[in-house]
């Protein structure tokens, strides 16, 4: 039986860095690493950069026909075990709801919540004991995040459905791991908008190495932790946000940015 990973969003950022790792062992031996963006250039830089044989798959996660590629590719290989998924792709805007962009944000909910939905549906016939499942959530699904609604909103969706798959898949020994990163300085950034927005919540939360994260959300998946903070700061942050009523956590986060912005 054949070992991979499949990672979406793997032409910059996270994913690539993520590949990377793989393919040096932070995952044990695969025998291949299925890459999918809509680059395929960038994908096929990747393979190039890497030693293990990459599989590119340039497509648009918002269309629905992706998924079908993908499963039909796993049909065709029937010696083919998923060893680990991972759901990485996205982007996000900054910016009050009323003045967002519709077509942006429908594209953004495709992205964030439905193609994770759908790649784990297609993916998990292709799993054995010891598969591992990687979401990449945020720490803005901690708690509704204004000007920044439609993500958080999303990302909060990602955690909360991998920690129920989680507890579905337990007792057959496929565990899945909400990975719940700070600001990293990738191509994300590049969707922001509006950066007075970015600029005031990057002030309370800073930033964090990429390659720190990979490598942090690899040892947990690995593991089969359900839940995976890098940064400590952000962790109490996650506690204040469950100890606290919203109206009051929300004041506080206000507060400090208006402080740290000064």
């Not at 340039?58 to 010696?79: G, H, K, R, Y």
């Not at 959530?137 to 509704?144: Q, Y």
């Not at 927005?197 to 690995?222: C, D, H, I, Q």
Request: with cysteine.
């Amino acid at each position: 039986m054949r070992s991979i990973a499949l990672v979406t969003g793997a032409s910059s950022g996270l994913g690539t860095e993520l590949v990377r790792q793989l393919d040096a062992g932070a995952f044990g031996a695969l025998d291949e690493i299925w890459v999918v963006a809509r680059s395929a250039d960038k994908l096929e830089a990747l393979a190039q950069a890497c030693a293990t044989t990459i599989r590119p798959f340039a497509l648009d996660l918002t269309d629905p026909a992706s998924f079908d590629v993908i499963e039909d590719a796993l049909v065709e290989n029937p010696d083919t075990a998923v060893a680990l998924l991972v759901n990485n792709a996205g982007f996000g805007t900054f910016g009050a709801f009323a003045d967002s962009d519709n077509v942006s944000n429908a594209a953004m909910v495709r992205l964030l919540m439905l193609a994770p939905v759908e790649l784990t549906y297609r993916v998990l016939p292709c799993m054995r004991a010891g598969s591992r499942i990687l979401n990449v959530a945020s720490v803005a699904a901690f708690m509704p995040q204004p000007e920044l609604a439609v993500y958080a909103a999303a990302k909060r969706f990602v955690l909360d459905f991998s920690r129920a798959l989680d507890a579905e898949l337990k007792e057959v020994d496929v565990r899945a791991t909400a990975l719940c990163p700070k600001f990293m300085r990738t191509g994300f950034l590049d969707h922001a908008v509006n950066d007075d927005v970015l600029r005031r919540m990057s002030a309370v939360t800073g930033f964090e190495p990429v390659e720190r994260v990979a490598a942090k959300a690899l040892r947990a998946a690995r593991a089969g932790r359900a839940l995976c903070i890098p940064s400590p700061d952000m962790k109490l942050f996650y506690a204040a946000s469950k100890a606290l009523p919203y109206p009051l956590a929300l004041r506080l986060e206000r507060t400090l940015m208006s402080i740290l912005e000064r």
